[in-house]
């Protein structure tokens, strides 16, 4: 049978086997025989008698040719599949033939039930889903078995999941025997690696429950396993079924806290999750007027300072586990929306700046990611904004940074700063400045990292009057050097300094709008 682009349909008729697939026999293992060249354009899916089907392999093998080697004319060398294989066919290599067996890419074991036959018509289907090669169908042999002594359960499956709970159904060929369910972080291996088990007795079929009943901890993912023991014998780990547990402020009536920064700027983030997060449930609120909103919402509380002013921001975490966030704000929980914000903040990220709130109010922030199509963490803060300049705005004020062996950021922000002077690398606008001194080891690392100032610039000058701008003279600049687009200069000998000097360092933003707190520390050199 020749193909290309219409499908090779494949009758297999198979008869002398009474009984049930699972109960009385299992389909062990398919061997087929393919000659084609570009094995990533086949489609290979196979149906039993009951119109259930399975992808044996989709698109795989890459540039390589054929399923088995159609060189042998005794159609002896296959490519074969089984579930007991130990490597999978998606990382097979064409023509499929190094491993004595590959797993497919759905499982055999998917046709066993209590009631489907093995008796009957098979049907191997082989699609070409691109043009330009075209191949031969050799030969196909299924390969049915007695079911081993004790069965994998299948199925596994969450039926509900709470904040510290969940509830899972499988099922079972082996009545009256033992079950062990295992949960774990993610990547765990079952077996050795968990976190916790519970156990119970296992009934014919579809009707098993397994249940965890506490000791989950809120907004958590957890990968989730299954076996059985069978007196002398024992099945194989069945999984990951992965879980999220819904977080503790999940609704708006579990608010976390949020407290507000007076300075004019975040200097201290709270780490939020939207992992195992559901959509609002509550009367009289709907969707959010801005960004993408399908669920998997989190929710914050924060109450109103003097000025009746607050602003309310989010940031990537760290290590950045999500990147487009939407928030919005309201008076009550189920109230009015004060404003919505999707992409203000850093990035993708979300900044809502509220003004004319009553001041002593509590108002509730609701924060999601756009699309609810990945979950992780994410930073966020609120603070009152201030038309102050910062104190150290001017090299008089300059606050003192510590030159160690290792680089302990601290947060500032050039939030309302002025522009004192400019470098020669890059102007910047909004500075704020910092002074140190040269360690004994005559060289200085001065490194700047992004917090949400997006864009900044670095200048490291000496100074006679700090009073006089005629005495500040600059010694180095840099613009891009560091991470993003932040600055990082390395300082020696070669820059006219000596151990024992006193330096003053510039950080500004790049632009007017490159206002925002970042971090700065300074280390020696090497």
């Not at 890459?62 to 005794?74: A, I, R």
């Not at 990382?91 to 008796?119: C, K």
């Not at 939020?272 to 929710?299: E, F, H, R």
């Not at 990035?347 to 990611?369: C, H, P, Q």
Request: charged fraction near 15%.
């Amino acid at each position: 049978n020749q193909f290309y682009i219409a499908d090779v349909v494949v009758d297999i008729p198979v008869t002398g086997y009474p009984g049930n697939l699972g109960v009385d026999f299992v389909l062990g293992e398919v061997k087929i025989l393919i000659d084609h060249t570009w094995d990533s354009d086949l489609d290979i899916t196979l149906e039993s008698p009951d119109g259930i089907s399975i992808d044996l392999t989709s698109d795989n093998g890459s540039l390589g040719d054929d399923y088995g080697d159609p060189t042998d004319l005794s159609c002896g060398t296959t490519a074969n599949f089984r579930d007991d294989a130990s490597v999978s066919v998606t990382s097979g290599v064409a023509p499929f033939t190094a491993e004595a067996a590959y797993i497919p890419e759905e499982l055999l074991s998917s046709f066993n039930g209590l009631t489907n036959v093995v008796n009957g018509t098979w049907i191997l289907t082989i699609h070409d889903d691109a043009g330009g090669d075209d191949g031969t169908f050799e030969h196909a042999e299924l390969v049915f078995e007695l079911p081993p002594p004790c069965q994998d359960p299948q199925n596994l499956a969450a039926t509900s999941v709470g904040s510290d709970n969940a509830d899972f159904s499988f099922f079972s060929w082996n009545a009256g025997d033992a079950w062990t369910l295992e949960y774990g972080l993610p990547g765990y291996t079952p077996g050795v690696g968990g976190i916790g088990t519970t156990t119970g007795t296992s009934v014919l079929g579809a009707g098993n429950t397994a249940s965890i009943a506490s000791g989950l901890l809120p907004g958590t993912l957890y990968d989730v396993y299954i076996m059985e023991t069978c007196g002398g014998d024992v099945s194989g780990w069945v999984g990951p079924v992965q879980i999220a547990t819904i977080p503790d402020n999940d609704d708006c009536s579990a608010a976390f806290p949020l407290s507000v920064a007076v300075q004019g700027y975040c200097s201290n983030f709270t780490v939020g999750s939207n992992v195992g997060a559901t959509p609002l449930v509550a009367s009289g609120i709907g969707d959010p007027s801005c960004s993408y909103y399908d669920g998997g919402d989190v929710w914050f509380s924060l109450v109103v300072p003097g000025s009746g002013d607050v602003t309310i921001q989010t940031n990537y975490s760290t290590p950045q586990e999500l990147s487009d966030i939407g928030i919005a704000a309201y008076d009550a929980c189920g109230g009015v929306e004060l404003g919505c914000d999707d992409d203000s903040g850093p990035g993708f990220m979300s900044l809502l700046e509220l003004t004319g709130l009553t001041a002593g109010n509590t108002i509730y922030v609701r924060v999601w990611e756009y699309g609810n199509n990945q979950m992780g963490t994410f930073d966020i803060c609120a603070f009152e904004p201030t038309d102050n300049a910062p104190i150290n705005n001017f090299p008089c004020n300059a606050f003192t940074l510590l030159a160690g062996e290792d680089c302990n950021y601290s947060l500032y922000a050039n939030v309302n700063a002025t522009t004192s002077t400019t470098g020669s690398c890059t102007n910047g606008v909004g500075d704020v400045w910092f002074v140190t001194t040269v360690p004994a080891s005559g060289t200085l690392v001065i490194n700047v990292t992004d917090f949400s100032m997006g864009d900044g610039t670095m200048t490291v000058h000496t100074i006679g009057d700090c009073s006089d701008s005629n005495t500040w003279v600059e010694i180095d600049c840099d613009d891009d050097d560091g991470q993003g687009l932040m600055p990082y200069l390395y300082l020696d000998a070669n820059n006219g300094i000596t151990p024992g000097q006193q330096l003053y360092i510039r950080v500004a933003g790049y632009s007017g709008s490159n206002e925002g707190p970042f971090y700065i520390c300074a280390t020696q050199g090497i």
